[in-house]
């Protein structure tokens, strides 16, 4: 099992970077696929990126290819999401997510295990 806790959302301008981290508990981080979620009020929650176990493959939402991107650090149990030019569409709350084993996947429903969700508010 794993527990997940994001950080690093805000308040910021359209335009502006962020950069969201989602911290692992336990020993086995690199066993786990891994996904970032997003869900605006009143929407249902949306795939937005994902990367495999060792981090050889990512794959991202039509909506932020080009200015999203995931990356991991197993030795530091972490998974990263920089987000770059920031548009208030954007706006939402963030959740990581995992999944044992190499596929991550867009399912919402691949995945077991998720964190708290982290606010990120881009004002126009």
């Known amino acids: 099992q794993v527990q997940l806790v994001e950080s690093g959302g805000g308040l910021v301008q359209t335009g502006d970077s962020l950069r969201l981290s989602c911290a692992a508990s336990?020993?086995?981080?690199?066993?786990?696929?891994m996904g970032w979620f997003r869900q605006a009020p009143g929407k249902e929650r949306d795939f937005v990126a994902h990367?495999?176990?060792?981090?050889?493959?990512?794959y991202y939402a039509d909506s932020v290819k080009g200015r999203f991107t995931i990356s991991r650090d197993n030795v530091k149990n972490t998974v990263y999401l920089q987000m770059n030019s920031l548009k208030p569409e954007d706006t939402a709350v963030y959740y990581c997510?995992?999944?044992?084993?190499?596929?991550?996947?867009?399912?919402?429903?691949?995945?077991?295990?998720w964190g708290q969700g982290t606010q990120v508010t881009v004002s126009s």
């Open positions: 997510a995992a999944r044992l084993g190499n596929y991550a996947t867009t399912n919402i429903n691949d995945y077991p295990y």
């Open positions: 336990g020993r086995t981080f690199s066993s786990y696929a």
């Open positions: 990367i495999t176990r060792v981090g050889t493959s990512t």
